[in-house]
């Protein structure tokens, strides 16, 4: 079974750019999280999409948004890039609700995003 | 607000001794509990879960345990290796799993 796949893994962009970062989850997973890892804060959750619906979201700005498609892939945006945003972005699947998930998370690799 | 706190920022210990991490939690009454590995540069890999129901879980070398009273779950390895130098981090959840917040780890060493 295919594991979370993150891309691209490695960017670098400017000040005031956007950048667009996408994730495939396992197959049969519906529940996408994305996280912000960084040395100083750890892994901040950013927001977590399950049916196409944004289920959960973190302390973040509106510069940074997401998606769902039908087929369980996501996508996370973030528009006018500050310095600040440089980080791994981290995306984990989940398998659907229910009583027998307990939540355990499977992570993608990251894409580790680096603002100039 | 919910909090979570692990015990040191990094953890040296020698080469077949238990390392002992601690994980307390605050505004929080988590359904389950769960402990991953994450090595540099590499995405978390999932550990082990406890339910607030069990006091105790195992899993080959590893050992966790979950007082709901003092809010509070300890990570063990026994017999460690310079193999299990990692960061840990533990995270607890509610029952709908869908926000699951991270500690900030410990980053833990074992010298041979």
């Known amino acids: 079974k295919a594991g979370v796949t993150q891309t691209p893994r490695y960017l670098i962009k400017t000040r005031g750019q956007q950048v667009t970062l996408s994730c495939s989850p396992i197959s049969g997973h519906r529940s996408v999280s994305w996280y912000q890892q960084t040395p100083g804060q750890g892994l901040q959750f950013l927001f977590e999409y399950f049916s196409e619906t944004q289920r959960n979201k973190g302390n973040f700005p509106g510069r940074f948004s997401g998606r769902q498609f039908s087929n369980s892939r996501s996508e996370m945006n973030v528009s006018t890039l500050e310095l600040g945003d440089s980080a791994l972005y981290l995306c984990?699947?989940?398998?659907?609700?229910?009583?027998?998930?307990?939540?355990?998370?499977?992570f993608g690799e990251g894409s580790r995003l680096t603002v100039l | 607000s919910q909090k979570i706190e692990q015990n040191s920022e990094a953890l040296n210990i020698q080469e077949g001794k238990t390392a002992t991490l601690t994980c307390n939690y605050t505004?929080?009454?988590?359904?389950?509990l769960q402990w991953y590995r994450q090595d540099p540069g590499r995405g978390p890999v999932f550990l082990l879960l406890?339910?607030?129901?069990?006091k105790e879980k195992r899993k080959e070398r590893l050992k966790v345990t979950f007082d709901t009273t003092l809010k509070q779950s300890l990570f063990h390895i026994t017999a460690s290796q310079p193999a299990d130098s990692a960061t840990y981090l533990c995270?607890?959840?509610?029952?709908?799993?869908?926000?699951?917040?991270f500690g900030s780890g410990t980053r833990l060493s074992i010298r041979p």
């Open positions: 995270a607890p959840s509610d029952s709908s799993a869908s926000k699951i917040i």
């Open positions: 406890i339910r607030e129901n069990e």
């Open positions: 505004n929080y009454s988590p359904a389950y």
């Open positions: 984990a699947s989940s398998p659907s609700p229910g009583q027998k998930n307990t939540g355990e998370l499977f």
